[in-house]
C-alpha cells in the first residue's frame, strides 16, 4: 500500500539511529559509513533486520552522506550510484515487501548562500542520489536533518521529478525566543510552506534536541497546517561525554512518555535519531501499536 494512503488509518513506526549504531560496531572517526555498504554489508544487513524485529513500518538505509559532494571527501564520489543503489537493496531485503524503505538523504554540506554550490549542481546531486536509492528498492524518500529550506526544496524537488517515490522532507530545529529556528532562522511555519510548495508529501523534524523539544516543534507544525502527514524523529536527549564516551541519556521510557501527546497532535509517523536503539523503537512501538 502506499505510505500515503497507509497513514490515513494508522500511525507507522519509523526505525532508529544508523550513525551511532555503526560506530558501537566499530565505524572509526573519519570512515566513510556508506562505504560499509559495499565492504560490511552483512552489518548493515544485521541493523536494518534490528529495526523490523523490533516493530519498524518503515526501514531506512544507510546513505545518509552518499551523495557525490560528500562522497568526494573519501575519493568515493565515481561510487555513487553503487553505494545507494546497495544501500537501498539492503534495506529492502530486510523490510521484504510488507515494510516500506526509505532512502536517507542529508544534506551536502555546501553553503548555497555563500557560493559554494549553486542551486543547479545541487539538483543534479540529489537527483543522482534518489534515483539510485529508487532503483535500489525505496519507495520514500527521506530528505532529513536539513537546515538551509533552499537546499532541502531542491532536493524534494529533484526527488520528486527524478523519481516515482513518495518523498519526505524534515528539518533540524532548535527552541529559541519565542519558538523553534533552524540555524537559518527557518520557523516550523517557514518550513511547512516551504516543502509544500516544493512538493514534498510528508513534513517534520528530526535531530539535534531529545523528545520534549521536538514534540513543541510538532506542535508549532501542525498549528501551521493541521493536516498536513507529520514525522517526528528525536534524538535520545542531548549527547554528553562520560569517560570519554558519548552518552546519550534519553532511556526508553523517557522516549515513551512523550508519545501519548505525539498521538494527540495526529503526530502520523515516530521514529529516532541518534542515540535511539531498536529498544527505543520496540517501546514505541508498543503504545503505538495498542
Same mark, same amino acid.
Request: glycine share 10%; aromatic share 4%.
Given at each position: 500500500?502506499?505510505?500515503?494512503?497507509?497513514?490515513?488509518?494508522?500511525?507507522?513506526?519509523?526505525?532508529?539511529? %544508523?550513525?551511532?549504531?555503526?560506530?558501537?560496531?566499530?565505524?572509526?572517526?573519519?570512515?566513510?559509513?556508506?562505504? %560499509?555498504?559495499?565492504?560490511?554489508?552483512?552489518?548493515?544487513?544485521?541493523?536494518?533486520?534490528?529495526?523490523?524485529?523490533?516493530?519498524?513500518?518503515?526501514?531506512?538505509?544507510?546513505?545518509?552522506?552518499?551523495?557525490? +559532494?560528500?562522497?568526494?571527501?573519501?575519493?568515493?564520489?565515481?561510487?555513487?550510484?553503487? +553505494?545507494?543503489?546497495?544501500?537501498? =537493496?539492503?534495506?529492502?531485503?530486510?523490510?521484504?515487501?510488507?515494510?516500506?524503505?526509505?532512502?536517507?538523504?542529508?544534506?551536502?554540506?555546501?553553503?548555497?548562500?555563500?557560493?559554494?554550490?549553486?542551486?543547479?549542481?545541487?539538483?543534479? @546531486?540529489?537527483?543522482?542520489?534518489?534515483?539510485?536509492?529508487?532503483?535500489?528498492?525505496?519507495?520514500?524518500?527521506?530528505?532529513?536533518?536539513?537546515?538551509?529550506?533552499?537546499?532541502?526544496?531542491?532536493? @524534494?524537488?529533484?526527488?520528486?521529478?527524478?523519481?516515482?517515490?513518495?518523498?519526505?522532507?524534515?528539518?533540524?530545529?532548535?527552541?529559541?525566543?519565542?519558538?523553534?529556528?533552524? +540555524?537559518?532562522?527557518?520557523?516550523? =511555519?517557514?518550513?511547512?510552506?516551504?516543502?509544500?510548495?516544493?512538493?514534498?508529501?510528508?513534513?517534520?523534524?528530526?535531530?539535534?534536541?531529545?523528545?520534549?523539544?521536538?514534540?513543541?516543534?510538532?506542535?508549532?507544525?501542525?498549528?501551521?497546517?493541521?493536516?498536513?502527514?507529520?514525522? +517526528?524523529?528525536? $534524538?535520545?536527549?542531548?549527547?554528553?561525554?562520560?569517560?570519554?564516551?558519548?552518552?546519550?541519556?534519553?532511556?526508553?521510557?523517557?522516549?515513551?512518555?512523550?508519545?501519548?501527546?505525539?498521538?494527540?497532535?495526529?503526530? $502520523?509517523?515516530?521514529?529516532?535519531?541518534?542515540?535511539?536503539?531498536?529498544?527505543?523503537?520496540?517501546?514505541? =512501538?508498543?503504545?503505538?501499536?495498542?
Amino acid at each position: 500500500m502506499n505510505i500515503l494512503d497507509e497513514l490515513k488509518e494508522r500511525i507507522l513506526i519509523c526505525d532508529g539511529a %544508523w550513525g551511532t549504531t555503526m560506530q558501537s560496531m566499530g565505524l572509526q572517526p573519519g570512515e566513510c559509513p556508506e562505504l %560499509w555498504n559495499l565492504t560490511r554489508r552483512d552489518d548493515v544487513l544485521a541493523i536494518a533486520r534490528s529495526y523490523v524485529m523490533a516493530g519498524s513500518d518503515i526501514i531506512e538505509t544507510n546513505s545518509f552522506g552518499a551523495n557525490r +559532494i560528500k562522497l568526494a571527501q573519501y575519493g568515493l564520489a565515481e561510487k555513487c550510484t553503487e +553505494i545507494n543503489e546497495t544501500a537501498a =537493496a539492503i534495506s529492502r531485503e530486510a523490510a521484504g515487501t510488507a515494510l516500506h524503505v526509505a532512502g536517507s538523504v542529508g544534506p551536502t554540506g555546501k553553503i548555497l548562500m555563500m557560493g559554494d554550490v549553486t542551486p543547479e549542481e545541487l539538483y543534479d @546531486v540529489f537527483a543522482e542520489q534518489t534515483s539510485a536509492l529508487e532503483k535500489g528498492g525505496a519507495d520514500i524518500i527521506l530528505i532529513e536533518t536539513m537546515s538551509d529550506p533552499q537546499e532541502a526544496s531542491i532536493a @524534494v524537488r529533484a526527488a520528486k521529478e527524478n523519481t516515482n517515490c513518495v518523498v519526505a522532507c524534515t528539518m533540524t530545529f532548535d527552541r529559541g525566543p519565542g519558538g523553534f529556528y533552524t +540555524i537559518m532562522g527557518t520557523t516550523p =511555519a517557514d518550513m511547512v510552506k516551504i516543502l509544500k510548495d516544493a512538493g514534498a508529501d510528508i513534513v517534520g523534524s528530526n535531530c539535534g534536541n531529545g523528545t520534549e523539544v521536538l514534540t513543541g516543534v510538532a506542535r508549532s507544525i501542525r498549528e501551521a497546517d493541521p493536516n498536513i502527514p507529520l514525522l +517526528i524523529q528525536p $534524538n535520545a536527549g542531548i549527547p554528553h561525554l562520560v569517560d570519554g564516551k558519548t552518552i546519550f541519556p534519553e532511556s526508553p521510557e523517557t522516549m515513551v512518555s512523550y508519545v501519548p501527546e505525539l498521538i494527540d497532535l495526529r503526530v $502520523n509517523i515516530i521514529g529516532g535519531c541518534c542515540g535511539t536503539t531498536p529498544q527505543h523503537i520496540k517501546a514505541i =512501538a508498543s503504545i503505538i501499536k495498542k
